[in-house]
């Protein structure tokens, strides 16, 4: 087993040095995170917090925590501009004078933190965009397309704690090494097979989806007599990280679709710190990342908490769905 650490293998991707110390900043936070995660009900710290989120949802204790971390040691780095933050409301500005070649990070402390209090995976999700000139801080500042990411990644804190980063040269995997506390690379090269069995999605929501969606569930559901002319898996995590994690190791196909729950809000997910760092992941690991009907990461941002259609994973699977919504 090599023992290439995080910073050998972005030196050998001959990544920026100021992008490399803020993907080990990142690192170290998620490391600290996994820390809190870990020391569960012991540390006295699952369950909810008094506080609502901007989302209006009601936050973990861990969910603030995580957050607070972020800020602490990301938001250190002299770098960084600005961070975008699933749990605040507000762009969280670290420069009054943002300057070209410093760094905007768009993050979710601790996606799928629902799955806490039942010791299932969680993981925190990075985009990071890098300023061509200097800006003025505002809202719309930081409403910068998914094309201009130059880096992604999530931390997964599962059985074993993982980092799967891109900096545009591929996708790359990590597994935390307790005794060092290196994250030593495990899985390099990711890619997705183009067609798969296995789909993931809330079917609970069956009654709300728009008829594309439910027309390409059925499809799959009947089998090798249906149209499909194969028998079809099913998995759901309820926490997009572990969902991502499965198809970039083996395929899949993963749906969170603007149905007629959500449509007031544009879908559930968010495009800045959910859709398109893992769109950048799948694309870079040679899959597809959709809204149905386009590239999620050519969607023109209107607010930095915005909501979208999520479809990615197999690259022939998803131009398959494409296929039901063209209909
Ligand atoms: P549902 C977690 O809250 C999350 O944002 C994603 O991680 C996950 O894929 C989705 O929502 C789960 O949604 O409707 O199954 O609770």
């Known amino acids: 087993m090599t023992q290439t650490t995080l910073r050998q293998h972005l030196q050998s991707q001959k990544a920026d040095t100021d992008l ?8 170290t936070a998620c490391r600290m995170i996994a820390d809190r995660v870990r020391h569960g009900a012991i540390a006295g710290v699952l369950g909810a917090a ?21 800020q602490e040691v990301v938001g250190a ?3 960084v501009a600005a961070l975008v933050s699933e749990e605040v409301d507000e762009v969280n500005w670290r420069k009054e004078a ?3 070649g410093d760094f905007i990070v768009y993050y979710d402390p601790l996606d799928g933190s629902s799955n806490l209090d039942v010791n299932l995976s969680v993981g925190t999700i990075f985009s ?8 003025e801080p505002s809202a719309e500042a930081v409403q910068i397309k998914g094309t201009a990411q130059i880096a992604a990644g999530y931390a997964i804190y599962g059985p074993s704690t993982g980092l799967v980063i891109t900096v545009g040269q591929g996708v790359d995997g990590f597994t935390h090494h307790p005794g060092s506390g290196e994250f030593l690379l495990t899985s390099g090269a990711m890619s997705i097979p183009p067609q798969t ?8 929501r069956y009654d709300l989806w728009d008829a594309p969606v439910r027309s390409y569930i059925d499809d799959c559901l009947r089998g090798a007599d249906g149209p499909r002319g194969k028998k079809f898996n099913m998995r759901w995590c309820a926490s997009m990280v572990a969902d991502v994690h499965r198809i970039l190791t083996r395929g899949g196909v993963f749906l ?23 769109g950048m992941l799948v694309e870079q690991a040679r899959g597809a990342s959709s809204t149905g009907t386009g590239r999620i990461m050519e969607v023109v941002p209107t607010g930095h ?22 209909k």
């Open 256 to 278: 969170y679709p603007k149905d007629s729950g959500n449509a007031g809000q544009g879908g559930k997910l968010r495009l800045m710190y959910e859709a398109n760092p893992m």
């Open 20 to 27: 490399m110390i803020l993907m080990e900043d990142i690192a």
């Open 50 to 70: 008094e506080t609502e989120n901007v989302q209006g949802e009601t936050q973990k204790e861990l969910d603030v925590i995580s957050d607070e971390i972020f």
């Open 305 to 326: 908490h915005q909501r979208v259609s999520v479809i990615l994973g197999s690259r022939e699977e998803v131009a398959v769905i494409e296929g039901y919504y063209a």
């Open 98 to 100: 943002p300057q070209a």
């Open 128 to 135: 990071i965009v890098r300023l061509e000139n200097a800006i």
């Open 197 to 204: 069995q296995e789909f993931a999605i809330n079917a609970s």
């Open 77 to 79: 780095n002299p770098t």
